[in-house]
Nanobody, 124 residues
Framework: EVRLVESGGGVVQSGGSLRLSCATS????????MSWVRQAPGKGPEWVSR????????SYADSVKGRFTISRDNAKNMVFLQMNSLKPEDTALYYC?????????????????WGQGTQVTVSS
């Protein structure tokens, strides 16, 4: 059974930092790109970042570029999102998701497994 479990969310003041983690199991983690997606209250999901299988290639939404850093540990089957200089508009439920080989960067519909999400709230 494929499982993705996020953790690390919380409440932080504007300008603060958080590090999200996603623990995975049930599949060959090192063979898949992984992404982070977020959904703010009352809005649709927004792709945030993606990392390639070996970690060499990363992509970011313009809204988080320069502030967020995605990484992975293939030995531990985990993916991370370091979030710095947080803004109130970063408040959302953050999900990690698995990218099948045919998934395009930034595409939401093609992701085949999702976690349950971890809440990030940034106060002004």
């Amino acid at each position: 059974e494929v499982r993705l479990v996020e953790s690390g969310g919380g409440v932080v003041q504007s300008g603060g930092s958080l590090r999200l983690s996603c623990a995975t199991s049930g599949f060959r983690f090192m063979s898949y790109d992984m992404s982070w997606v977020r959904q703010a209250p009352g809005k649709g999901p927004e792709w945030v970042s993606r990392i390639s299988t070996g970690g060499a290639n990363t992509s970011y939404a313009d809204s988080v570029k320069g502030r967020f850093t995605i990484s992975r540990d293939n030995a531990k089957n985990m993916v991370f999102l370091q979030m710095n200089s947080l803004k109130p508009e970063d408040t959302a439920l953050y999900y990690c998701a698995r990218d099948p080989p045919w998934a395009r960067v930034g595409e939401l519909v093609s992701k085949d497994y999702w976690g349950q999400g971890t809440q990030v709230t940034v106060s002004s």
